[in-house]
Structure formats: structure tokens, C-alpha cells
């Protein structure tokens, strides 16, 4: 009896605090609010009591309340009318590619589900470069490719014939997936790769951190939004690069995490809850997290659930429950969310069937969305933004929330005309059999309102130019050192890095180009004796030189700490050594910035004497040329000196000395696409 007395009289004090927490709330405000209890958490960890985990989550709901939403700039009902009209005619691109009976594949779900999502970012938020801004770059799910092109031929830069070769480059039809050499014109940057898209759009943020600081673009803003679905945020380069962001203050980059809940073969999480596991990464990055899960016909019931329980209810079930919902009518969806707990019955009593199942995620509603972009344009450091959806949405009966939503890439004659009279697209019912294109035409008010939203910000995208500044070369003779070899230097044996290293070193002294050398070299510049770049070109830190290299006192005076000096001015990019990150900056320092109209020389060096790195689509063979390492021929497999005159492999006896060099070393310059 005594413990049970002691046990409520702790959970009456423990009211008696969250009633004055709740009061510093109303008196301070959230911010102050949220500064007194990260203190607390201090105070806890002081003296060592547990206070993680589930600190690095928010209640399964919305972050942004209702009563702080913006007021939306934009028509509803036009804007719903244009997402159906692009819904239907993506899906009828990959129906009409199935009907030819050529196993063309395409998907159909994955637009489906976040058409409102992209249609929101397009009508009022992804800005084309101009004088003035610098430029988005739109970086999204590649199965949602179908929408895009739909979306291009409203727009008036596809026709309808590249459309409907879907996936049939020979006839001129639109590629698959997002990529800049299947379509030079079009796509910005690839983004399909699991897991590498996702680290590509941290380094192009990083990258255009590196523009501005080095003076080569002017500080005039630009974002880079990166959409990735909730199955592909398993990728272990995904976490492995979100603290990059964080770190380097990339108040640029916008990601926004796409939870259908469902992956290529079935549920993600079915047993667990995707949304906060996210969370729960992104926050222990540092990045902002806002979480859009419910769509408005949640907020009246939210905001009477004073007591929290259908919240409690919502924690407590899981993905697989989420997916359950989907398919059951208005009654199974209350028998559902009442469980065993009839004061959730009686908080639904006032809600029909009908009501309960036309309830939306978040991320079918554009006022959700739109305060959710809203808010991380204006945020002060990276974004992840958890959108909440049903994959498949609007398909029916055909794949809307089934787990074979993603392989559905066709559907019946039935299914067809029901996904035609949901979207009110005005063809009878042998032409939605058909899948027939149906756009509006150019003096509809739909067509209208896309036309000149577009026109606001700046024009159309994705756009790729290849309008850039040439750059004047120097003569030849700049590298009269080097071209007279080793009589440069009384007769001794030149080593390839040294000879790089002047190579750079006069071209960052020269007052053309200079500017424009962008060295990346791994972090191991001192075995290879490269560290000399550190003063030549200094090493870019956006935050300047924090710490200054001082003498060793453990050795004599003639030894010091290696000389180098970081600035936001520098060239030098130290990179980590993993192979996966090599090549992601790879693809994102081309030799040209297609975004920002800027030209510069790129300078890669990469590993190959350790292993057999694929970067690029270059590869060190094990019975390759040997590399070359401390300035002395060295085997990859053998890990010592090469034995003089070993022969070089039978596949690539015949290959030019150039392309043998090239796995140890790549020069990237001007033209070279390669």
C-alpha cells in the first residue's frame, strides 16, 4: 500500500512540473521554451542519466501546427486539376510503352504518390538561375520520370511523339531515368543510383558553397531539393554523408524524404515506424526536421484529442497498420483506430465512415506542403523535410496502397477508365482504354496558370545549358620546365607527383586561369608528397584557418607539424579516401558547372596502387600498368617495388601510354567528357 501511495504522489509532482513547463511555454515562447530544456538535458547528463533515444523524436504528427501555417498564394482547385492532368497522361505514357509489347518497363505509383509534392515546388518555390538568383537545382526520384515529362510537354519543350516512345531512345524518346548524357538539354544531374543521389546533392551544396567562397559565383542564393524515398534511405552512403551537411553549414541543401511506406517489393517498416527512425538520423546530424504526416481533415480531430489518446493511439501502431488503412473502407478504418480504447470511439462519434476514410496523408495536401517548404527556404541550415503519402495514390483499386504498387506498370481496361473519371480527364471511355494523351488546351485557364507560374520564377526546369565562359589558355611554354624532363633538374630522375605538382602550382600562378583550378586530392596528400599544394593552394574551409600548424616540442627545433594554410579563398579539397564519395565529387566536379554557367580546370587525383578503385568508369586492373608510389614503380597486389620491365597485361598491351597512366591519374580539362 505504501509504494502504490508513493507511486501517485510521484505522478502528481510529475503533473505539478509539466503544468509550469507548459506555463514557461505560454510566458516565453517555443524557442526560449526549448533552450530551458536542453539545459535540462545537460543537467541530466551531468549526473548520468540516461536522456537520448526518444529525445530525437517528435510526436507522430505534423510539425508545423495548423494555427502556424502561411496563408497559401496559389488557386486549390487549379492546382488539383493540373496534378490530375499530369497524373493521367504520366500514366498513360508508361501504359501506352506496355501496350507495345516490348517489355519497356516504366513505373506509374511513384509520381502518382507525390505529384502534389512536386506540383507544390514547381508552382511556387523552384527557381530558375538569372541575374539576380542563383539557381535551384532539382534533384527527385527517378521512377517519378513519367511526371516530369508530362509536365514538359504541357510546358511546350517535349512533343507528344517523344513521349510516347517511352524508354525508346533509338526513336528519339525520352531515356528512362534522369541523366544528363541521355538527355544534355534537360536533366540537370543524375539521381536514380540508390544512395549516391542522395550524397551527389550534399556535394553539389557543398560545391556551390565552394563556388561562392572562391568568387566563382556570386552570392546570390540558390537551393539544391533533393527528393529520396523512404526505401531508399537505407542506403548506408545516405546517413554516412547527412553529417557533411551539417557540418559545413549547408543552409542550401533541402532534402525531402519521400515516406510511402512501401519499397520496390512490400513495406519498408511494417513493424516499425519509418517516419521517426528518420527522424531520429536527420536530428542526430543536425539538421531541421519537419514532419508532415496528416493532411488538414486531421487537424479538428487532433485539436479535440486534448487528452492525447488517439495520438497515443497513432504512436503505437506501426507502418504495416498504416498500410492496412489503405485498403479498408470508412468502418474498418474506425474499427482500426479505436482499437480497444472506446474514448477514441466516442472522439470519432461525430465523424462519418465516409469522412474517416477520405482523410489524407500530408502529402496529398498542398497546405501542408507548402508550409513545409515555406519554412525550410528560410531555414539557417540543411532541411530534411519527412513527407507522408500512399503510393500508388489515385490509381484505385489497381495499386493505391497495395504492396505490389511499385511492379504495377500496367493495369486493366477497367482500371483505366476508373483512374480517368477519378482524374475528370474529358475522354470517353475507349480512349482511357487506349491510354490517350489529353492535355488542355493553351487558352485554358489551367494551362494558363501553369504557363505564367513558371514564367515567375524564372522558367522552365529542369534545364541543363552549356553556355559557358572560355577561358584563355596559356602557351604551351609555361611548361618548358617540364617538358624537358629530368634536364631540368641536372640529369636527376623527375617523380610523375612532383612534376604534377609544378604543373599546378604554375597554373595557379597564372593570372588566365588560375582562378580556375580546382584541385581534389584524398586524404594521404603527405605519402604522396603533394603537400606543398597545402600553401600553394591552400586548403577550402568556408570557415577559414581555426587552428595554426606550431612546432613539435617532442622533437628537435628542425622538425615541425606539416605547414599548411585554410581559408574560404582556398582551392586544395581534401577528400576522405572511400571510393563511393570519390566518385560522387567526381560527378558533381565537372569540368563545367551546368547550373552556374562556370568553366574551371579539375584537377582528380584518385587512388590506385591500393586495391582496384572504380571511380568514373576508370579502373586500376591488378595486372595493369604499375602505379606509381614514394616516386618509385609499385605493384597493387604485390605491395612492393614492381620488378623492372614486368610486362603489362595481354587486354591492355595495346592501349596508348596515356590511357595507361589514366586509372592512377585523372586530368580533367575543358572538352574532356570522358
Known amino acids: 500500500m505504501g509504494n502504490n501511495t508513493q507511486l501517485d504522489d510521484w505522478r502528481l509532482e510529475q503533473e505539478e512540473w509539466l503544468e509550469a513547463l507548459e506555463e514557461v511555454i505560454e510566458a516565453q515562447g517555443k524557442e526560449k521554451s526549448a533552450e530551458l530544456f536542453q539545459r535540462l538535458r545537460y543537467l541530466l547528463a551531468r549526473h548520468g542519466a540516461a536522456n537520448g533515444g526518444p529525445a530525437l523524436n517528435t510526436p507522430y504528427k505534423n510539425t508545423i501546427p495548423p494555427d502556424a501555417q502561411p496563408d497559401y498564394p496559389g488557386d486549390l482547385e487549379l492546382e488539383r486539376r493540373i496534378e490530375n492532368v499530369i497524373r493521367w497522361n504520366a500514366q498513360a505514357m508508361v501504359l501506352q510503352a506496355q501496350d507495345k509489347n516490348l517489355a519497356l518497363g516504366g513505373h506509374i505509383a511513384t509520381y502518382a504518390a507525390c505529384a502534389t509534392m512536386l506540383e507544390v515546388l514547381f508552382h511556387h518555390f523552384l527557381r530558375k538561375r538569372s541575374e539576380e538568383y542563383g539557381g535551384d537545382l532539382f534533384m527527385f526520384q527517378g521512377h517519378a520520370s513519367p511526371g516530369i515529362y508530362a509536365r514538359a510537354v504541357w510546358e511546350g519543350r517535349l512533343d507528344l511523339q517523344q513521349i510516347a516512345d517511352f524508354r525508346q531512345e533509338l526513336l528519339q524518346g525520352v531515356s528512362s531515368y534522369p541523366h544528363p548524357r541521355r538527355m544534355p538539354k534537360f536533366w540537370q544531374a543524375p539521381t536514380v543510383s540508390m544512395g549516391l543521389g542522395p550524397m551527389t546533392a550534399v556535394y553539389q551544396a557543398r560545391f556551390y558553397k565552394y563556388l561562392e567562397t572562391r568568387g566563382l559565383k556570386l552570392k546570390n542564393g540558390g537551393k539544391v531539393w533533393h527528393y529520396i524515398g523512404d526505401g531508399e534511405i537505407d542506403e548506408p552512403e545516405i546517413y554516412g554523408t547527412i553529417g557533411v551537411a551539417s557540418r559545413e553549414n549547408l543552409d542550401n541543401l533541402i532534402f525531402v524524404v519521400h515516406c510511402n511506406l512501401q519499397r520496390l517489393d512490400g513495406p519498408v517498416r511494417g513493424n516499425g515506424k519509418i517516419i521517426q527512425e528518420v527522424e531520429r538520423h536527420f536530428y542526430g546530424a543536425s539538421w531541421d526536421v519537419i514532419k508532415v504526416v496528416w493532411g488538414s481533415e486531421w487537424d479538428e480531430l487532433l485539436a479535440k484529442d486534448e487528452e492525447g489518446i488517439l495520438l497515443a493511439r497513432l504512436e503505437q501502431m506501426v507502418d ?63 532541411v530534411a523535410i519527412i513527407v507522408k503519402t500512399v503510393k500508388g495514390y489515385g490509381m484505385g483499386k489497381a495499386a493505391e496502397g497495395k504492396n505490389k504498387a511499385h511492379q504495377t506498370k500496367d493495369i486493366s481496361a477497367d482500371a483505366r477508365v476508373e ?132 612546432r613539435n616540442r617532442h622533437f628537435s627545433n628542425q622538425i615541425q607539424r606539416i605547414r599548411y594554410r585554410a581559408g574560404a579563398a582556398g582551392r586544395h579539397q581534401r577528400r576522405r579516401r572511400h571510393s563511393l564519395v570519390h566518385s560522387s565529387r567526381h560527378g558533381v566536379q565537372q569540368p563545367r558547372h551546368p547550373y552556374h554557367s562556370v568553366l574551371y580546370l579539375l584537377f582528380h587525383v584518385r587512388f590506385s596502387a591500393r586495391g582496384r578503385p572504380r571511380l568514373g568508369g576508370c579502373r586500376h586492373d591488378v595486372q595493369g600498368f604499375p602505379a606509381r608510389r614514394h616516386g618509385r614503380p609499385y605493384h597493387a597486389e604485390r605491395r612492393g617495388p614492381a620488378t623492372p620491365g614486368w610486362p603489362l597485361a595481354p587486354h591492355r598491351a595495346n592501349r596508348t601510354f596515356r590511357d595507361q597512366l589514366r586509372p592512377g591519374l585523372c586530368l580533367r580539362t575543358g572538352r574532356d567528357r570522358s
Open 320 to 382: 504495416g497498420d498504416f498500410q492496412e488503412i489503405t485498403n479498408l473502407d470508412g468502418a474498418g478504418v474506425r474499427k482500426k483506430l479505436v482499437g480497444d480504447d472506446q474514448r477514441i470511439a466516442a472522439l470519432l462519434a461525430d465523424y462519418s465512415d465516409d469522412q474517416l476514410k477520405a482523410m489524407r496523408r500530408g502529402g496529398h495536401d498542398a497546405l501542408k506542403v507548402y508550409a513545409a517548404y515555406e519554412q525550410a527556404v528560410r531555414a539557417n541550415k540543411p
Open 419 to 550: 483512374t480517368k473519371n477519378r482524374y475528370e480527364i474529358p475522354i470517353s471511355d475507349e480512349e482511357a482504354k487506349a491510354a490517350k494523351f489529353w492535355y488542355p488546351d493553351p487558352e485554358d485557364p489551367a494551362t494558363k496558370y501553369l504557363l505564367e507560374h513558371r514564367k515567375a520564377l524564372g522558367g522552365f526546369l529542369p534545364e541543363r545549358s552549356e553556355d559557358y565562359p572560355q577561358l584563355e589558355l596559356p602557351e604551351v611554354s609555361l611548361f618548358e620546365k617540364q617538358l624537358q624532363g629530368s634536364e631540368s633538374a641536372g640529369g636527376k630522375a623527375f617523380s610523375t607527383t612532383a612534376a604534377m605538382i609544378d604543373i599546378m602550382t604554375q597554373l595557379i600562378r597564372n593570372k588566365e586561369v588560375g582562378k580556375y583550378i580546382v584541385p581534389i586530392v584524398p586524404d594521404e596528400a603527405q605519402t604522396f608528397g603533394m603537400e606543398p599544394l597545402f600553401n600553394s593552394a591552400q586548403i577550402w574551409n568556408q570557415k577559414g584557418q581555426p587552428v595554426h600548424p606550431a
